[in-house]
DNA sequence: ATTATCTATAGATCTATAGATAATGC
DNA sequence: ATTATCTATAGATCTATAGATAATGC
């Protein structure tokens, strides 16, 4: 029963990190305190010393868990190269069979809808940030452009990642991540005179 | 405490009916029995001489709701008018507003992906038609080539309802809906020589 | 006689708290 | 002395069942 600083520092972070995975795993409402404690080792009780509520921690753990897979870009020099990369990642079978340790906004986008202003607003920051990195990455001859296009890459990821995980057919699942990876780099990697229809033929 | 069989019947559709659209707006697990059944004028009691199982009400209701909010296209002879007019109804700020009367795919998605084997099949069939019935609409030379905008399409529709709905800065959500109903317009409405890039400068 | 509904409740589960215990840290 | 943890439990909520009640329908 040892209760160190540091052990209960130790502790609390194993807590959010365990949080973070089985809420991505199992929804925001899904995800029992007394489960995640003894998943950690501890037991109901020692919870409370760490939050004040249950909301407190999954707030904690929204905070800490990343929206994409992969950081940053490694290399801005080549943008193209690196989104495309990154969509094949986010639209892989891997992606799709682990929501514990996948993306934030795609695992609970669903969920977030249907939660409270404080978990909103988290949300809402990180689909911001989200929008905004692949802003970055996107060639585009406007500011404006480049963004409708994030927009539209993000909802395809977000939207495909949530299918391919909903439909129990693996080869149709497969098929709808598959043909999105596709198009999608279409988007990104051609220049405005190019097209996802030509792409897509 | 009246109890004819034309009165159960009429007590068992409203039942699933309700259920359908409070699923939509709460998920999956977050609707209760007898939350249900008070709305409907009942009580608990009787639920289960409708049903064996809250699974089998889950299941039913979701075999009543739509997937999509307007019908089949009524003009199969326009279809690109008809696909447009459609993305405009659904990433319209009516529907992103109104869950409960709105696509069950776009709702559920995210919830399904977590439950049960005849949850995820039924789901699966409602994802196929969808698809389906947007590569019937789109243009493209090939088959294939259709559907795989199909699922380009129906991928960004639904992650963009998802973001939608999921961010509370409530410009910023109209952003979203904005840009992906033009940029998808570009998808369906235009042959495979024009481009998503260039219709969105 | 049958059965659709009601009231009441058993049993499971989950959040949060109370009080005991034992290691830390002044 | 403080406090991180434990065990135990109160209180809320939800699914499903039991038994009573009263209208239907043969």
Redesign the interface.
């Known amino acids: 029963m040892g209760h160190s600083q540091s052990e209960k520092k130790s502790n609390h972070e194993r807590i959010v990190r365990t949080a973070a995975k089985r809420l991505r ?3 925001l ?2 995800v029992a305190i007394a489960d995640v404690m003894k998943e950690v080792g501890l037991t109901v009780g020692g919870f409370y010393k760490h939050f004040d509520s249950r909301d407190d921690l999954v707030v904690e753990a929204l905070r800490a868990a990343s929206w994409q897979r992969s950081a940053q870009p490694a290399d801005a020099s080549e943008p193209s190269l690196s989104l495309a990369a990154f969509i094949d990642e986010y639209l892989s079978e891997k992606h799709r069979d682990r ?1 514990g340790s996948g993306c934030l ?1 795609g ?8 939660s409270n ?1 404080r978990i ?2 988290l ?2 920051e990180k ?2 940030s989200a ?1 905004e990195l692949i802003a970055g990455v996107l060639p ?3 500011k404006e ?1 480049a ?3 994030a ?2 890459t ?7 990642l ?2 391919s ?5 693996e080869s ?1 699942s497969d ?2 991540l598959q ?2 990876r ?3 780099k279409s ?1 990104g990697t ?9 792409k ?2």
Chains 1, 2 share one sequence.
């Not at 695992?107 to 249907?114: E, I, K, Q, S």
């Not at 995980?165 to 057919?169: I, L, Q």
């Open positions: 795993e199992k929804g409402e899904a929501p906004i695992a609970l986008a669903g969920d977030v809808a249907r202003k909103r607003a949300a809402t689909v911001r929008l585009g001859t406007t452009s963004r409708k296009k927009a539209l993000l909802s395809a990821l977000v939207g495909a949530a299918l995980r909903a439909v129990s057919d149709f098929e709808i043909s999105v596709e198009l999608l988007v051609t220049d405005e005179s190019s097209s996802v229809g030509a897509s033929l």
